[in-house]
């Protein structure tokens, strides 16, 4: 996990659901560093920079394609 390359940053968990279900749909080596000490502690989001999307670098390409489909095509939005 060495190699992995950080994709992205997020602050919360909640704001990446739907992206880990088009990830794993894909078969893109990912994980989320810091995902289960801001889950429990929320507060420490700030203090450890967020949490950081972490892709393979042989899927690193799709992923960002994955990932910018996301952020501009996606009628979906927190209200």
Do not use: C, W
């Not at 894909?26 to 999307?53: C, H, K, M, W």
């Not at 390409?61 to 994955?66: C, N, R």
């Amino acid at each position: 996990m060495n190699n992995f390359i950080k994709l992205a940053v997020f602050t919360y968990p909640h704001e990446y659901t739907i992206l880990k279900l088009l990830l794993e749909k894909e078969n893109i080596r990912y994980f989320f560093q810091n995902e289960t000490v801001i889950g429990v502690i929320p507060f420490y989001s700030n203090a450890l920079g967020g949490i950081f999307l972490k892709v393979h670098p042989e899927d690193l390409e799709e992923a960002k394609a994955i990932l910018e489909d996301y952020n501009f095509e996606n009628h979906l939005h927190i209200v």
